[in-house]
C-alpha cells in the first residue's frame, strides 16, 4: 500500500510570506501528526490531528497551524514566514494515533 | 511536559560489535517507545517500538529494553553492519499521545 506522501518535495519562500504544506497519510490511518527537523533542535513536536481534530499541540507559535480533511489528508501551513523557519518538516501518519507511525519524506522550507 | 534526553550524541563501533543507545524520560505516565532510524536525505523509519507494559523486545539483531521504574529505555544493536551507521532517534509517547523525540545518535560502523 502507498506509504505516508507529502507535496511539495521543497519550498523556496521570502520572509514573510505564508506556505501550505500537505500530507496524505496511509489510507485507513485516521492520526496525522507534524514535526519540525533542524539540525540545531532535532525533531519537534508540532500537532496532530485525529478525525479532522487538532487533538495535540507542541509549542510552536500560532503563525503554525494545521487542519486535517475528512479523508485524512492534512495540510499545514505557516504564516509571516521568518528565516528561523527554513527546515524539513515532516508528517506521520499512524492508524489511532497510540503508536506506530509512519513518516513521510518530508518537505524541506528554505525561507531567504 | 515530556524531557527526552538521548546519549551518546554520536558512536563509532567497528563491524560486528554492538552498539547500546540509552534515552530517559521525565513523564512517568508515558507509556509508548519507538526508535526511528533516519538514513541521510531519507525519513526517519521506525525500526522497533516497546510499551510500557513489556520490559524488553528483540528483533533479530536489534532490541529495546525499558526500565520503568529508572525512566530509561536503551536500544541494543549486535553484530553491527555497515548498513546500520545512520542517526537513531528514540521517542517517548504521553498518555496526550503527545511525541517527544530525543536528540539523535549518529552511528558510524566502522567496516
Known amino acids: 500500500k502507498a506509504g505516508v506522501t507529502q507535496t511539495p518535495r521543497y519550498l523556496i519562500k521570502t520572509r514573510g510570506q505564508q506556505v501550505t504544506l500537505s500530507c496524505s497519510p496511509i489510507s485507513g490511518h485516521r492520526s496525522v501528526s507534524w514535526y519540525q527537523q533542524t539540525p540545531g533542535q532535532g525533531l519537534q513536536f508540532l500537532f496532530e490531528y485525529f478525525s479532522e481534530t487538532q487533538r495535540n499541540k507542541g509549542n510552536f507559535p500560532g503563525r503554525f497551524s494545521g487542519r486535517q480533511f475528512s479523508n485524512s489528508r492534512s495540510e499545514m501551513n505557516v504564516s509571516t514566514l521568518e528565516l528561523g523557519d527554513s527546515a524539513l518538516y515532516l508528517c506521520?501518519?499512524?492508524?489511532?494515533?497510540?503508536?506506530?507511525?509512519?513518516f513521510g519524506s518530508g518537505t524541506r522550507l528554505t525561507v531567504v | 511536559g515530556e524531557n527526552v534526553e538521548q546519549h551518546p550524541s554520536t558512536l563509532s563501533v567497528q563491524e560486528g560489535d554492538s552498539a547500546v543507545i540509552k534515552c530517559t524520560y521525565s513523564d512517568s505516565a508515558s507509556n509508548y517507545f519507538p526508535w526511528y532510524k533516519q538514513e541521510l536525505g531519507k525519513r526517519p523509519q521506525l525500526i522497533i517500538d516497546?510499551?510500557?507494559?513489556?520490559g524488553e523486545k528483540k528483533d533479530q539483531r536489534i532490541a529495546v529494553t525499558l526500565n520503568k521504574t529508572a525512566k530509561h529505555f536503551s536500544l541494543h544493536i549486535t553484530e553491527t553492519q555497515p548498513e546500520d551507521s545512520a542517526v537513531y532517534f528514540c521517542?517517548?509517547?504521553?498518555?496526550?499521545?503527545?511525541?517527544?523525540f530525543g536528540t539523535g545518535t549518529s552511528l558510524t560502523v566502522i567496516p
Open positions: 506521520a501518519s499512524s492508524l489511532e494515533g497510540t503508536g506506530g507511525y509512519t
Open positions: 521517542a517517548a509517547m504521553n498518555t496526550g499521545n503527545q511525541f517527544y
Open positions: 516497546i510499551r510500557s507494559n513489556v
